[in-house]
């Protein structure tokens, strides 16, 4: 079966210092991979997407990930922590030709001062 | 613009009850999805329309469940009775059609429903 899977459940950072939170997708995808980020009683607001034209895609609000697939990894990555980046982060994917979305569990953000 | 919006944000009613949350997507926005989020477990897809057809109704739960989309513009779920383990954050969703804008979904906050 596709899957998606966030490795964390929580990712603590301190301020300023970088932040990773991992996704690996399974390799039957013909991947389209997304990243998705909500705030406290927001909805989910997208941070970036991979569709196969660049392996490393740029985000908002400084953010990146990079599609490895020989890991089948998408990993969000920021260098530098922000209190406002405190949130939930969704890793997300769609199957070949569907809109059947499939979400990694999620993984909590917390940034300390 | 307007975002997507739902409601009730919260709703609380008793097993055996029926609720009816509601979806307003984007205006212009062909595909609109519902996603259901139990406590503790991930996002899971229930169904998505293209204006007022169903594409894909295979996440629904059973036939408590009912999904329409009138005319294509806002949609309606509605739980009919509810039971306990109907209870979680319903999520809307809506995007555009096109090439560019694939897979690219605008999120509303979410009803939290509660069945006691």
């Known amino acids: 079966a596709q899957s998606v899977t966030q490795l964390d459940s929580h990712v603590s950072v301190s301020e300023g210092t970088p932040v990773l939170l991992r996704c690996n997708y399974s390799?039957?995808?013909?991947?389209?991979l997304f990243w998705y980020v909500q705030h406290p009683n927001k909805g989910l607001q997208l941070l970036l997407k991979?569709?196969?034209?660049?392996?490393l895609v740029k985000g908002i609000n400084g953010f990146e990930a990079e599609f490895k697939k020989s890991e089948t990894s998408f990993h969000l990555t920021k260098p530098s922590a922000h209190m406002s980046d405190a949130a939930e982060y969704f890793c997300v994917g769609y199957p070949t030709g569907g809109f059947k979305t499939i979400f990694g569990a999620g993984t909590r953000l917390f940034v300390k001062a | 613009e307007a975002g997507v919006t739902q409601f009730p944000s919260h709703s609380v009613i008793e097993k055996g009850q029926t609720v009816t949350l509601r979806c307003d997507p984007i205006?212009?926005?062909?595909?609109l999805y519902w996603y259901r989020r139990v406590m503790g477990k991930e996002i899971k897809f229930l169904l998505h329309?293209?204006?007022?057809?169903?594409?894909?109704e295979s996440g629904m739960p059973n036939n408590r469940f009912l999904a329409e989309r009138t005319g294509g513009t806002y949609s309606t779920l509605k739980v009919q009775p509810a039971e306990l383990e109907d209870s979680g954050v319903y999520f809307c969703?809506?995007?555009?059609?096109?090439?560019?804008?694939?897979?690219?979904?605008?999120f509303g906050a979410g009803t939290r429903l509660s069945v006691l």
């Open positions: 991979y569709t196969s034209a660049a392996t």
């Open positions: 205006s212009g926005h062909d595909n």
């Open positions: 969703a809506s995007s555009q059609g096109g090439t560019a804008a694939w897979g690219i979904q605008y």
């Open positions: 390799s039957s995808y013909s991947p389209s």
């Open positions: 329309f293209v204006k007022e057809s169903k594409q894909d």
